[in-house]
T-cell receptor
Framework: NAGVMQNPRHLVRRRGQEARLRCSPM?????VYWYRQLPEEGLKFMVY????????ESGMPKERFSAEFPKEGPSILRIQQVVRGDSAAYFC???????????????FGPGTRLTVL | KNEVEQSPQNLTAQEGEFITINCSYS?????LHWLQQHPGGGIVSLFM???GKKKHGRLIATINIQEKHSSLHITASHPRDSAVYIC??????????????FGQGTRLTINP
């Protein structure tokens, strides 16, 4: 049973380009969370998605960032017109959603390290 | 003040020592995670707990809900335990789904 998969593991972009980060959840998981870890800072929540729905995007920057989790295929975190300050490690995590469980454990992917030149 | 505070921020010890990392939080939670992150590496979940104590090998995690405090202990520490240990509390989004709020992490170095 493969774990959470993210690709690419490393991504280099020049300022102004677009970055697309992909996350394939664990088999059977339909909920995805994206977190960002800026250099020398702690992890921060960005967005929580279910299939075809954004449930909570309170941690997403207001501009240039978007996320989706289509019915088929991986979840995508998209950053348009990247700037140097976007350089960070981006982690996704996936979980079940059992409504009768207060907390469904999240399983993390290996992360994508984005470097903006 | 951060919602999740860890101490110490950095910890260096000799192989074999007993290690304690502390985590205090100021929000209501449904669960608390201890995570491990190696340099340049991914994040591994060590424990998820909502009460009491859990043990896995040389690792022990405890939580006191009333005091809003958790500790991670490592017995007989080894250089391979060197990593960043992160405390994260689960903040409810909707029933069955929570976002994690993370501490800043504790960088642990175990010298041989």
């Amino acid at each position: 049973n493969a774990g959470v998969m993210q690709n690419p593991r490393h991504l280099v972009r020049r300022r102004g380009q677009e970055a697309r980060l992909r996350c394939s959840p664990m088999k059977g998981h339909s909920h995805v969370y994206w977190y960002r870890q800026l250099p020398e800072e702690g992890l921060k929540f960005m967005v929580y998605l279910q299939k075809e729905n954004i449930i909570d995007e309170s941690g997403m920057p207001k501009e240039r960032f978007s996320a989706e989790f289509p019915k088929e295929g991986p979840s995508i975190l998209r950053i348009q017109q990247v700037v140097r300050g976007d350089s960070a490690a981006y982690f996704c995590a996936s979980s079940h959603r059992d409504r009768f469980v207060i907390h469904n454990e999240q399983f993390f992917g290996p992360g994508t390290r984005l470097t903006v030149l | 003040k951060n919602e999740v505070e860890q101490s110490p921020q950095n910890l260096t010890a000799q192989e074999g020592e007993f290690i304690t990392i502390n985590c205090s939080y100021s929000v209501g939670i449904s669960a608390l995670h201890w995570l491990q992150q190696h340099p340049g590496g991914g994040i591994v979940s060590l424990f998820m707990l909502s009460s009491g104590k859990k043990k896995h090998g040389r690792l022990i995690a405890t939580i006191n809900i009333q005091e809003k405090h958790s500790s991670l202990h490592i017995t007989a520490s080894h250089p391979r335990d060197s990593a960043v240990y992160i405390c994260a509390v689960a903040s409810r989004i909707i029933q069955g789904a929570q976002k994690l709020v993370f501490g800043q992490g504790t960088r642990l170095t175990i010298n041989p």
